[in-house]
């Protein structure tokens, strides 16, 4: 079946360094990529997104990159600071499913002052 | 705008005890959302995926009978886990679609629903 794997599952940075969160994913049909950043206890929120007909988009300090021969995707966070702690989660989904979303196993992301 | 609204945020009730959560899209339509379930330090897991006017479609491994998702009206879905035991007790959280053209628009969530049960 449909499956997501994300990594590191843990990630500590300096303040001001540079982060990256990598996915892969096994349904060759998806085509589209969305990143959540959830802090404890509180809802995910979409960060960034990226469909299957674009390599990369960027967003200020936060970027995507999307390889689709390789089946991999990608987080790029530049100029890291405290508040991007929290968890991060990757996401694929294939359009002729209704928007379904098959998540990665999440990231948990520490940037240390 | 998008905004994703979930009650309650948090339940303990005893073991027995049949839970509703509400979810509700405050300012646009929801044809469809979305029921996860998320185990502490864990992932989202797809429960159900809720449409309206017909029944839900439930992952497979989700008792349907034991997870009852209601989409009665385009801005309100409910999931009522019945008669509630210890091993239920989890962290909900609904997501729902702005209706917008194109298959693939973004999924917005609700603040979950913390449910305890004793």
Same mark, same amino acid.
């Given at each position: 079946?449909?499956?997501?794997?994300?990594?590191?599952?843990?990630?500590?940075?300096?303040?001001?360094?540079?982060?990256?969160?990598?996915?892969?994913?096994?349904?060759?049909?998806?085509?589209?990529?969305?990143?959540?950043? *959830?802090?404890?206890?509180?809802?995910?929120?979409?960060?960034?997104?990226? $469909?299957? #007909?674009? =390599?990369? @988009?960027?967003?200020?300090?936060?970027?995507?990159?999307?390889?689709?021969?390789?089946?991999?995707?990608?987080?790029?966070?530049?100029?890291? *600071?405290?508040?991007?702690?929290?968890?991060?989660?990757?996401?694929?989904? $294939?359009? #002729?499913? =209704?928007? @379904?979303?098959?998540?990665?196993?999440?990231?948990?992301?520490?940037?240390?002052? | 705008?998008?905004?994703?609204?979930?009650?309650?945020?948090?339940?303990?009730?005893?073991?027995?005890?049949?839970?509703?959560?509400?979810?509700?899209?405050?300012?646009?339509?929801?044809?469809?959302?979305?029921?996860?379930?998320?185990?502490?330090?864990?992932?989202?897991?797809?429960?159900?995926?809720?449409?309206?006017?017909?029944?839900?479609?439930?992952?497979?491994?989700?008792?349907?009978?034991?997870?009852?998702?209601?989409?009665?009206?385009?801005?309100?879905?409910?999931?009522?886990?019945?008669?509630?035991?210890?091993?239920?007790?989890?962290?909900?959280?609904?997501?729902?679609?702005?209706?917008?053209?194109?298959?693939?628009?973004?999924?917005?969530?609700?603040?979950?629903?913390?449910?305890?049960?004793?």
């Amino acid at each position: 079946g449909e499956n997501v794997e994300q990594h590191p599952s843990t990630l500590s940075v300096q303040e001001g360094d540079s982060a990256v969160i990598k996915c892969t994913y096994s349904d060759s049909a998806s085509n589209y990529f969305p990143w959540y950043k *959830q802090e404890l206890g509180k809802r995910p929120q979409l960060i960034i997104d990226i $469909r299957s #007909n674009v =390599g990369e @988009k960027k967003d200020q300090r936060i970027a995507v990159t999307l390889n689709k021969t390789a089946k991999h995707f990608s987080l790029h966070i530049t100029e890291t *600071q405290p508040e991007d702690s929290a968890v991060y989660f990757c996401a694929a989904s $294939r359009g #002729n499913q =209704g928007g @379904k979303l098959i998540f990665g196993q999440g990231t948990e992301l520490s940037v240390k002052p | 705008g998008a905004v994703v609204s979930q009650h309650p945020s948090r339940v303990i009730c005893k073991s027995g005890t049949s839970v509703k959560i509400e979810c509700r899209s405050l300012d646009f339509q929801a044809t469809t959302m979305f029921w996860y379930r998320q185990f502490p330090k864990q992932s989202l897991m797809l429960m159900a995926t809720s449409n309206e006017g017909s029944k839900a479609t439930y992952e497979q491994g989700v008792e349907k009978d034991k997870f009852l998702i209601n989409h009665a009206s385009l801005t309100l879905s409910t999931l009522t886990v019945t008669s509630a035991h210890p091993e239920d007790s989890s962290f909900y959280i609904c997501s729902a679609r702005v209706p917008q053209p194109g298959s693939n628009q973004p999924q917005h969530f609700g603040d979950g629903t913390r449910l305890s049960i004793l």
